[in-house]
């Protein structure tokens, strides 16, 4: 037998007809360094894993569009500085022909690149309602490749009207819109063979819930969710097969009110969209034998108001009748009535962007007691949004009564004067069964507390459950301190954002209100793209931003848009035309949304120039500064208040800026000039109407020199001035922030940039009102409205506007993880593709921690103090790179994993501007020490 290898000295082929010759004393090191080499190169191919494959940001899609599929994955390994040099994907309709690579309907080749995520499929033209089976596999820079990744898939919707079968169907009694019974809609059918596979494309006017032979269908709530209706309306897929049989079945489908005609906005404003609701059904089932059949919805149907849902409403709740749930025997009731044919077009019906909403986590009381009025209230401890279950039995016909509310009242009583006109309130009429388990279908409640009535028997913790329910967005960031007050100040955040993700970014979820507050989405924007995966969210909901945008440029104060048309076009609300897509673009590296936005962001900017006079913004309805201190008889000019129009202006530049960075983004260098010699009037503008030749700012307030310094309106001579007025202003409210909506999300990150962290520790630190601790130590669960919801003495605020979740000035959460913990991204290469690690210390931290999954992996900067000596323990996805920049370090002696690390050939020497030293690292684990500078 004959072997060979590769002589490492001569680099040439050898060959032996005796394996005894391998052996021999002068071949022997040779061989063992082959093998080594050769086992080694294997060890790390093994190594190189791929993992979390999605198709637009979801794993293995169903419905989804075809004009816009792109790939993603990430890469795992042991070893460090792993950056993939080149990929390959390959698409086929069927599995088997993926694995053995034949009739492929797209193979990309190997493309010599080191981008892995947000890949476009460019293969041939995809189908409608068409499963595709896809892989891909790597190489990386040292030649190393990886296996073919396990098999994934994608699955179209419908691409075209055409697709649709189905029609229309209403009730045939005209409800005009009145409130009223939520209607069923049903149909019996029979399936005649074996059922291979079955798909249901379903949407409403309303909300809808279909059962399949009584079973509930999917696990979403809310469906079709809230988008702008007659614009974009969702409509669903759904694998079913499991749910049929061959013979005979039937499937009921109830419309609920929703956002379609229910309440919205504010003095129950109904019928927004429409009077009456209605239901769109096509279920294709295939059979074995290749045929198959479609069951759409059509004159055949029948419909009942006779349903156990006898009233349904998001912001007043919902009556259901437990004795009046009905099944397939009911269908041959009087009460079916024949169902009425509608006539809408089907060009605005959409496949879901966002995630759906969904059940998460569930809650016993913490206790259930009697308060001083002698109500029956019980706690579940958190502050959350959705609803409770109940598991009781009574007396049939008996009627038990939830209301809800977040806070008790100084007296310890049920206080619910926040909510204005929205009831929140659940009525169950008992069936007399064994057990009745009762929960709402189309209504959700903000709450901490629930108030029961009419129930005769005795209530235990047993009975009620609390299911908070918002969209199905995957945790991805955590951060922890070593400062109780600051974790829970973090707790409250998330759950602020749970509370208010459902399915569009609401400003609360329990008053009469729950809009999509354009101001308070872009401030919040950075922090909810940490702790969550908000990636198809927000392109969900950026979608309706850009079609309800008016033909003028001017955009809404709310999305979808609901109000006035003279409301729309304030400074910082209509900002987040320019301000989500960019940072959305720096948080995921994702130029396609970018580009999508684009239109609308220059339409924005376009529209504030065409109203503006010699480059000022100084017209227009503006919220300013909302929600900024202020105190009563304010005699001495206490009272935070900022110039509207000059904070029009720095927004008017900072959308300008946007722009100017996306055109850079887009390769649109024209449009990147033209913008930049607008900015440059824009400031121009600013510095004359608003700016002593000394520097001061004729608005004195912290928001006014935030706003100037964060987004550079001051040339860079008088920066380092208006930063020491900032922080004079700062201390002469005795370290306190006087900031409404706009001005604190920057507040300090200013003082940071600027060489004022420990006055920003103090800030965040501060436990006292106004602050963001104060809240925290009264027990709050979530953000609150107002930085004084509940006062010192336990009185409230004013009940017309005083929410106890409403998660904007949660926006603090930014500055924390990429100032405290110091994890960061570079926005030269988004995505953290290049990523920046960089805490600084103050406060009184011992230790402070950030992990992020990353659209390339776990990325993670947790440190801590052990007296003198400062410990960083850094994990870098791999096919990313970091800079790592170590606080007081300028005088340390760096050591990592316990060796020198100015001599390890992985670390590249840096230096910050501030000389403290820093490395230029690979993906892997990083340890460093040292004793910090003096």
């Not at 002068?26 to 360094?33: H, M, T, Y």
């Amino acid at each position: 037998m004959r072997y060979c290898y590769l002589n490492p000295n001569k680099r040439v082929l050898s060959c032996f007809n005796d394996v005894k010759v391998l052996f021999s004393s002068n071949l022997k090191s040779s061989f063992l360094l082959f093998a080594f080499q050769f086992f080694f190169a294997i060890a790390l191919g093994q190594n190189l894993n791929l993992s979390g494959l999605t198709v637009n940001y979801k794993s293995n899609p169903v419905g989804i569009e075809a004009s816009d599929i792109r790939f993603s994955w990430k890469i795992t390994s042991d070893v460090k500085q792993i950056m993939q040099k080149s990929y390959e994907i390959r698409v086929a309709t069927n599995e088997s022909d993926l694995l053995k690579g034949k009739n492929l309907v797209w193979e990309s080749g190997k493309i010599e690149t080191d981008q892995s995520a947000h890949i476009p499929y460019s293969g041939k033209i995809l189908l409608a309602k068409q499963r595709y089976f896809w892989q891909v596999k790597i190489t990386d820079k040292n030649k190393n490749a990886s296996t073919w990744s396990t098999t994934q898939f994608f699955e179209t919707g419908m691409l075209s009207p055409s697709d649709w079968s189905a029609n229309w169907i209403e009730t045939s009694l005209v409800t005009d819109g009145k409130v009223g019974p939520a209607p069923i809609f049903a149909k019996k059918f029979e399936l005649v063979k074996t059922i291979k596979s079955a798909r249901l494309y379903i949407t409403a006017h309303g909300l809808y819930e279909a059962t399949l032979n009584g079973k509930r269908i999917g696990n979403q709530f809310f469906a079709p969710g809230w988008t702008s209706y007659h614009k974009r309306l969702q409509y669903q897929t759904y694998d079913v097969t499991s749910l049929l049989k061959t013979g005979d079945n039937s499937t009921f489908v109830t419309v609920g009110d929703g956002w379609y005609r229910g309440n919205l906005e504010f003095n129950n404003k109904r019928n927004t969209y429409g009077k009456e609701v209605g239901l769109l059904y096509q279920l294709e089932v295939v059979y074995n034998d290749g045929t198959s059949t479609l069951i759409a919805s059509d004159g055949t149907w029948k419909s009942s108001f006779e349903g156990p849902i006898k009233k349904s409403d998001i912001y007043n709740g919902e009556t259901f009748d437990a004795r009046l749930v009905r099944s397939s025997k009911d269908l041959s009731s009087t009460s079916w009535k024949p169902v009425k044919v509608a006539s809408y077009a089907k060009e605005n019906l959409v496949s879901p962007l966002g995630p759906a909403v969904v059940q998460h986590e569930n809650f016993s009381p913490i206790k259930i007691f009697k308060t001083p009025k002698g109500e029956t209230v019980a706690d579940f401890g958190q502050n959350l949004v959705g609803w409770v279950k109940l598991n009781i039995h009574g007396t049939k016909g008996d009627t038990v009564t939830l209301n809800h509310a977040e806070v008790l009242d100084k007296d310890g009583n049920f206080y619910t004067d926040n909510l204005r006109n929205a009831k929140q309130e659940n009525k169950y009429v008992l069936s007399g069964a064994k057990e009745d388990v009762l929960e709402p279908h189309f209504t959700f409640q903000g709450f901490r507390y629930v108030k029961i009535s009419g129930y005769k028997n005795t209530l235990t913790k047993d009975n009620l459950t609390a299911i908070a329910i918002y969209s199905d967005m995957k945790p991805t960031g955590e951060f922890t301190s070593s400062n109780a007050l600051i974790n829970q100040l973090q707790h409250n955040i998330q759950w602020g954002q749970k509370g208010n993700f459902l399915d569009v970014p609401t400003d609360c979820p329990q008053r009469d209100e729950r809009l999509g507050w354009t101001g308070d989405a872009q401030v919040f924007f950075s922090t909810a793209a940490f702790n969550m995966d908000v990636a198809g969210f927000f392109s969900k909901w950026l979608a309706d931003l850009k079609v309800d945008q008016h033909p003028t440029g001017n955009v809404p104060v709310v999305i979808p848009d609901v109000r006035a048309v003279n409301n729309a076009g304030s400074a910082g609300w209509g900002d987040v035309a320019t301000i989500i897509p960019y940072n959305y673009y720096l948080a995921y590296g994702d130029k396609d949304l970018l580009g999508r936005q684009y239109s609308s962001m220059k339409a924005w900017v376009e529209y504030i120039k065409s109203i503006s006079k010699q480059n000022l913004w100084n017209s227009g309805p503006h919220y300013g500064d909302w929600l900024f201190y202020t105190k009563d008889d304010d005699r001495d000019g206490k009272a935070a208040i900022t110039d509207k129009f000059l904070i029009a202006q720095i927004f008017y530049a900072a959308s300008t800026q946007n722009v100017i960075n996306a055109a850079k983004a887009l390769g649109k260098d024209d449009d990147a000039k033209q913008y930049q010699a607008l900015l440059k009037e824009i400031k121009s503008a600013f510095m004359k109407e608003y700016v002593t030749p000394a520097g001061r700012l004729v608005s004195s307030s912290q928001t006014a020199y935030v706003l100037a310094l964060n987004f550079d309106m001051l040339p860079e001579d008088l920066r380092p001035q208006a930063a020491q007025r900032l922080a004079e202003n700062v201390e002469s409210y005795k370290n306190h922030l006087t900031t409404g909506f706009l001005g604190t999300p920057y507040l300090c990150a200013v003082l940071s940039r600027f060489g004022y962290a420990d006055l920003a520790y103090k800030l965040l630190l501060q436990e006292t009102y106004p602050s963001w601790l104060y809240p925290v130590k009264k027990g709050a669960t979530t953000i609150w409205e107002r930085w004084d919801g509940i006062k010192p003495d336990g009185s409230f605020q004013a009940t017309s506007m005083n929410s106890f979740n409403h998660y904007a000035y949660g926006a603090i959460g930014d500055w924390m993880y990429k100032t405290v913990a110091g994890l960061n991204y570079d926005a030269e290469e988004p995505g953290y593709k290049k990523i920046i690690i960089s805490p600084i210390l103050g406060g009184k931290f011992t230790e402070a921690s950030a992990k992020l999954e990353s659209i390339y992996g776990p990325i993670q900067s947790s440190w801590k103090l052990d007296g003198e000596r400062f410990i960083l323990d850094v994990v870098v996805p791999p096919n990313t790179s970091a800079n790592v920049i170590l606080p007081n370090s300028t005088d340390s002696e760096i050591m990592e994993n316990n060796k020198e690390a100015g001599k390890q050939t992985y670390l590249k020497k840096r230096n910050d501007e501030l000389k403290n030293k820093s490395f230029e690292v690979g993906s892997g684990r990083y340890h460093f020490e040292y004793n910090l500078s003096k």
